[in-house]
């Protein structure tokens, strides 16, 4: 059996590495070769689910591989590094699903000046229509605000949203002092 603190090194470190992961999939595989299962997260939900939840389920199969096999050894390393994957799915889906894109009916909104920022970033993502020339990959780490604007804006590559809804987001992004704070 593995040790607490040298387990809680391993949960924090897997945890940490799959913002890396997050970031090389959301970049270079979801807006790559696998686009025709992430499209259909730009564009308006039908019904509870759409294909984009699919990559939930990819990452919960290492993470419960890790977890059983880790189990059976004696909680080693294993198990502590598919907790810490857990733990990740678990931040995003609460970031990602309920915070930003609401999910679940909620009328909070963030008010600390980290989390204004990440729902920000990931709604810039949002505001081009093509898998290329978007900008924040990253789910919870992203630039500042003014920075992604500028790249957003001098890449052109993306289509950006017309609607009302994104037309105001990116309105809140003209007032980036305050939803940096």
Same mark, same amino acid.
């Given at each position: 059996?593995?040790?607490?603190?040298?387990?809680?090194?391993?949960?924090?470190?897997?945890?940490?590495?799959?913002?890396?992961?997050?970031?090389?999939?959301?970049?270079?595989?979801?807006?790559?070769?696998?686009?025709?299962?992430?499209?259909?997260?730009?564009?308006?939900?039908?019904?509870?689910?759409?294909?984009?939840?699919?990559?939930?389920?990819?990452?919960?199969?290492?993470?419960?591989?890790?977890?059983?096999?880790?189990?059976?050894?004696?909680?080693?390393?294993?198990?502590?590094?598919?907790?810490?994957?857990?733990?990740?799915?678990?931040?995003?889906? #609460? /970031?990602?699903?309920?915070?930003?894109? $609401?999910? @679940?009916?909620?009328?909070?909104?963030?008010? +600390? !000046?980290?989390?204004? &920022?990440?729902?920000?970033?990931?709604?810039?993502?949002?505001?081009?229509?093509?898998?290329?020339?978007?900008?924040?990959? #990253? /789910?919870?780490?992203?630039?500042?605000? $003014?920075? @992604?604007?500028?790249?957003?804006?001098?890449? +052109? !590559?993306?289509?950006? &949203?017309?609607?009302?809804?994104?037309?105001?987001?990116?309105?809140?992004?003209?007032?980036?002092?305050?939803?940096?704070?």
């Amino acid at each position: 059996m593995m040790q607490f603190w040298p387990g809680i090194a391993y949960f924090l470190g897997a945890l940490a590495f799959m913002e890396g992961v997050a970031y090389v999939g959301h970049r270079w595989v979801m807006h790559g070769f696998m686009w025709n299962l992430h499209k259909s997260h730009h564009e308006p939900r039908q019904g509870r689910f759409e294909k984009n939840d699919w990559f939930a389920v990819m990452g919960a199969v290492p993470a419960i591989a890790l977890i059983v096999w880790g189990s059976l050894n004696g909680f080693n390393a294993a198990w502590w590094i598919g907790m810490g994957i857990t733990g990740y799915g678990a931040i995003y889906a #609460g /970031f990602h699903d309920i915070i930003v894109h $609401r999910r @679940l009916a909620h009328s909070w909104n963030p008010q +600390g !000046r980290y989390l204004k &920022r990440i729902v920000q970033a990931h709604r810039l993502h949002h505001v081009v229509e093509t898998r290329d020339g978007t900008v924040s990959f #990253g /789910f919870l780490w992203a630039p500042p605000i $003014r920075e @992604l604007k500028a790249k957003l804006e001098a890449d +052109g !590559r993306g289509r950006i &949203r017309a609607s009302a809804k994104m037309k105001a987001e990116m309105g809140m992004v003209e007032n980036a002092e305050h939803w940096a704070r």
